[in-house]
Structure formats: structure tokens, C-alpha cells
């Protein structure tokens, strides 16, 4: 049974850090991504970070602020969110590929990955 698992959301005021934890299990993951949605809005890509760590991607709004990262071992992504800001206020969902092909592939659309987690909150007040 696959699941994702995501953590560490909450409250923080602009300016402040976050960081949220994706904990997979039960797939060999190719890359996992972040997407982020807020609220009356369509969902948006934050970043990906493939198994091999050979490349990380960013959504412009994040880039510079946020940093994905992995560790293997414990098959858990991570997304350092630092400076934010009011509009970074969103549903964050982890997100899994699973099929082995990671070249030649649109990173930014939902439709590439297999797996979604539940999600969980971020808050950014003013």
C-alpha cells in the first residue's frame, strides 16, 4: 500500500521558516515534488527533487526561498520554507513519480506524478 505522508505545517509569521517532511512508503519513488494550493485557486507547482538528486526545480514564486531535499535512507522528502510570505498561505501536497522515465519530463504538471499525499496546512499571517 502506498502512502505519503506530510508534516510539519502550521502557523508562522511572514518572514518565519517552515519545514515540511513527505515520509513515502510502499513504492520506489523516481522523484518527489511538492504542489501547493490555495484556497479558490488551481493547483500550483512548488519544486522536485528526483531519487538520484541530481537536479532540483522550482517554481519562480518559491525560487531563492524555498529548498527541497531528500534523504534516501528514510525515503522522506523535505521543503525548507524560509521569508514567507502571506501568499505562500496554501494546502501543501507531496507528490510521487513512480514510472522510471525522468527525462524529457514536464516536472510542473500533475499529471506526471503517480502518488499524492493528504496534504497539510500552511498559514502565513501578515
Known amino acids: 500500500q502506498v502512502q505519503l505522508v506530510e508534516s510539519g505545517g502550521g502557523l508562522v509569521q511572514a518572514g518565519g521558516s517552515l519545514r515540511l517532511s513527505c515520509a513515502a512508503s510502499?513504492?520506489?519513488?523516481?522523484?518527489m515534488g511538492w504542489f501547493r494550493q490555495a484556497p479558490g485557486k488551481e493547483p500550483e507547482f512548488v519544486a522536485v527533487?528526483?531519487?538520484?538528486?541530481?537536479?532540483?526545480y522550482y517554481a519562480d514564486s518559491v525560487k531563492g526561498r524555498f529548498t527541497i531535499s531528500k534523504d534516501n535512507a528514510k525515503n522522506t522528502v523535505y521543503l525548507q520554507m524560509n521569508s514567507l510570505k502571506p501568499e505562500d498561505t496554501a494546502v501543501y501536497y507531496c507528490?510521487?513519480?513512480?514510472?522510471?522515465?525522468?527525462?524529457?519530463?514536464?516536472?510542473?504538471?500533475?499529471?506526471?506524478?503517480?502518488?499524492w499525499g493528504q496534504g497539510t496546512q500552511v498559514t502565513v499571517s501578515a
Open positions: 527533487i528526483p531519487s538520484s538528486g541530481s537536479f532540483t
Open positions: 507528490a510521487a513519480r513512480e514510472r522510471t522515465r525522468v527525462t524529457g519530463v514536464i516536472w510542473s504538471e500533475r499529471g506526471t506524478y503517480d502518488y
Open positions: 510502499g513504492l520506489n519513488s523516481r522523484a
